[in-house]
């Protein structure tokens, strides 16, 4: 299989950092996607990354490691907007659909 | 940017008829549009993909006699839920990707079916 791994739920605190962790499997990986999903709306695309190292984008920042089939998305500053899902997906090599996590929920206090 | 519009946002039927739900690229043509169904509170789970002008390919344990997709144009994908029974109540969501794009995959705004 081609088990993406993240887990289901977390809490930060208005302000904070917080980071998301996903795992996946690392045979035929062609690329990795986040995905912000609010409750009852469509994902929308946050952040790719296929080479490995970090990609900064404003307070998000994702992650790769090829080697080790590890990614995570950083968030900083957090605002209570950010209570979301974060889903994490990966391309494989001869999948044309993306594979996603379960997603992790994200909720954000004041 | 990429715009996927999927239509309606919103649908509740009766239990036994069957419900059409459209997914248009506006801006670029599409040759392979994926469908997902979320259920509260899981992640996507892939339905079909279909390429323009072929048969979709539908995922293990999904019905294609039940969910009939059609991807008849470069900018058009349906997916018609025939006979709807409660149990298909779902939030159904469509992507699209094209040749020549940097990321590829644009999610529709997504439908919740109700069946009653």
């Known amino acids: 299989g081609q088990n993406i791994d993240q887990p289901t739920e977390m809490t930060a605190t208005e302000g904070a950092i917080v980071q998301i962790n996903c795992t996946y499997q690392?045979?035929?990986?062609?690329?990795l996607f986040w995905y912000q999903q609010h409750a009852g709306e469509a994902p929308t695309f946050l952040s790719y990354?296929?080479?490995?190292g970090l990609e900064e984008k404003g307070r998000f920042s994702s992650f790769l490691s090829r080697s080790k089939g590890y990614s995570y998305l950083l968030l900083k500053e957090l605002q209570m907007k950010d209570s979301a899902s974060y889903l994490c997906?990966?391309?494989?090599?001869?999948?044309?659909?993306?594979?996603f996590g379960s997603g992790t929920r994200l909720q954000v206090q004041p | 940017g990429a715009v996927v519009s999927q239509h309606p946002s919103r649908v509740i039927c009766k239990s036994g008829t069957s419900v059409k739900i459209e997914c248009r690229s506006l801006d670029f043509q599409a040759t392979t549009m994926f469908w997902y169904r979320q259920f509260p509170k899981q992640s996507l789970m892939l339905m079909a993909t279909?390429?323009?002008?072929?048969?979709?390919?539908?995922e293990q344990g999904v019905e294609k006699d039940k969910f009939l997709i059609n991807h008849a144009s470069l900018t058009l994908s349906t997916l018609t839920v025939t006979s709807a029974h409660p149990e298909d109540s779902s939030f159904y969501i469509c992507s699209a990707t094209g040749t020549g794009e940097n990321y590829g995959y644009t999610f529709g705004s997504g439908t919740r079916l109700t069946v009653v």
């Open positions: 997906a990966v391309s494989y090599t001869g999948r044309r659909a993306l594979t």
């Open positions: 990354n296929v080479l490995d």
């Open positions: 279909s390429n323009e002008g072929s048969k979709a390919t539908y």
């Open positions: 690392t045979s035929g990986f062609n690329g």
